[in-house]
């Protein structure tokens, strides 16, 4: 029953963000609050701006990664395909869904494997944090790296989700010390270990404790896109369940703040922002305030439901959303980018 139930479980998740508006309502991104000094003499050629970097040892042409999202079913075999067919052609990043389904299942192992159409990009596993209470050993987080050929292996944090799936595994007591010793055993191998929350933001401590860890890299992941206590309110089918869930809605660290957090917190582990980006301009902000790197979903997982050309298309106008903000602020490459300080609006 458990596989069935892990497995529906994640097609439910993409008929759900796909079908219902799952977005935080009263709580955004926090960048709206942010701006550029606009450069009306940049002393530059839009052609010369130059969006690549390389990031935990792969080169990218922009500092852009598709966000982790789903895997473990046919369907989601689909998206991951296409996604991952549209991240080589651009040269960007990719994560994969949640693996676990994959430890317990070898038929849903498949969904996940995509080097045979993108050899070259920057690829991450993935596996919920709290699964290492759980029985799954890091000789089990080496085999998910080696079955899908990633770069490293995500572990996202998610406590608020757990706790409002029925089926949710909340004991996260200990899970530093099992964080430290998987970063240490897989460091051995040469694999990073990176950090990730799922929509509700890491605070300074915690991105402070996660580096004394060892991870090699943050992904914030703050509050402003996608509300998965929203999610799993549309999943439950008990109104009890319903309830609980809904008052969350608007729970959690905005991108912005907890961007900074990670920076205070964590200042030498590379930090990747996520949580509720839509366009290039907001890429920008985040790279100001001391990301090194940017990560998506929800626009993608939209986009695959069409087809490749529709993902394609959507990278391409983030690039170039990105390329005239670094053009207009005076900035040619991601470095100078991360040098600027934005304005604060009143």
């Not at 046919?74 to 998206?79: D, E, I, L, N, S």
Request: hydrophobic share 40%; net charge negative.
């Amino acid at each position: 029953m458990e596989e069935v139930t892990t497995a529906s479980r994640k097609d439910d998740h993409i008929r759900i963000n796909i079908e219902q508006d799952v977005q935080f309502k009263s709580i955004s991104n926090g960048l709206d609050k942010l701006y550029f000094n606009h450069d009306a003499l940049p002393e530059l050629d839009l052609d010369d701006i130059d969006t690549t970097i390389t990031i935990l040892g792969k080169k990218l042409s922009m500092p852009l990664l598709i966000s982790c999202m789903t895997g473990g079913t046919a369907k989601a075999g689909r998206v991951n395909r296409i996604l991952a067919e549209a991240a080589q052609h651009a040269g960007i990043g990719l994560g994969l869904g949640s693996m676990r389904v994959a430890l317990e299942s070898s038929a849903s192992v498949s969904s996940f494997q995509v080097r045979d159409i993108a050899p070259d990009i920057l690829l991450f596993a993935n596996i919920g944090a709290v699964q290492l209470n759980y029985g799954v050993t890091a000789d089990d987080c080496r085999r998910l790296v080696d079955l899908s050929g990633a770069d490293a292996l995500v572990l996202h944090f998610n406590p608020l989700q757990e706790a409002l799936q029925h089926e949710g595994q909340t004991n996260f007591s200990g899970l530093l010390n099992q964080v430290k010793t998987l970063c240490e055993v897989l460091g051995r191998d040469g694999i990073y270990v990176v950090a990730k929350e799922v929509g509700w933001g890491f605070s300074e401590k915690t991105c402070r404790n996660l580096a004394d860890a060892g991870v090699a890299a943050i992904d914030v992941a703050g509050a402003g896109g996608t509300s998965w206590s929203q999610v799993e309110m549309y999943r439950s089918s008990d109104d009890s369940v319903k309830r609980v869930s809904s008052v969350f809605a608007d729970w959690g660290i905005s991108t912005a703040n907890t961007i900074v957090n990670a920076r205070q917190g964590a200042s030498k582990v590379t930090c990747i922002a996520s949580g509720g980006l839509r366009n290039g301009v907001e890429v920008a902000k985040c790279l100001c305030l001391g990301a090194s790197m940017t990560g998506m979903a929800h626009p993608f997982l939209q986009a695959a439901m069409h087809s490749t050309e529709r993902v394609l298309d959507t990278i391409c106008e983030i690039e170039q959303q990105l390329r005239v903000s670094m053009f207009c602020s005076g900035a040619r490459t991601i470095s100078d980018l991360q040098q600027i300080s934005l304005l604060s609006r009143t």
